[in-house]
């Protein structure tokens, strides 16, 4: 499967952002998708998993502020950002794999990323 993501951007502290990840190939309905994020000199960090019959993890981090979902007649995975901290630049990654685990090295097929900042 193939994954591509869009819509990050520059935005304020207290605004709202909503990432797309939009799938090709294989059957994107049957897999696990999640969304990581990392930072410059950082490890991948847990976004949200959502499982392919749609029960959602969100880190506590973003717990109460993103929201995940999928459309699986569109293909597509969101994380809704809202009331967006200042924190360091990121890119948001998603991915899509077998098990629904939010643990980046077991999600199989990765995007090239979208760049999310964040000013105070």
């Known amino acids: 499967v193939q994954l591509a993501e869009s819509g990050g951007g520059l935005v304020q502290a207290g605004d709202s952002l909503r990432l797309s990840c939009a799938a090709s190939g294989r059957a994107f309905s049957g897999y696990h998708m999640g969304w990581f994020r990392q930072a410059p000199g950082k490890e991948r960090e847990f976004v949200a998993t959502i499982s392919s019959d749609g029960l959602t993890h969100h880190a506590d981090s973003v717990k109460g502020r993103f929201t995940l979902s999928r459309d699986n007649a569109k293909n597509t995975l969101y994380l809704q950002m809202n009331s967006l901290k200042p924190e360091a630049p990121a890119v948001y990654y998603c991915?899509?794999?077998?098990?629904?685990?939010?643990?980046?090295?077991?999600?199989?097929?990765w995007g090239q990323g979208t760049q999310v900042t964040v000013s105070s």
């Open positions: 991915a899509a794999g077998v098990r629904f685990v939010p643990i980046a090295t077991e999600y199989n097929y």
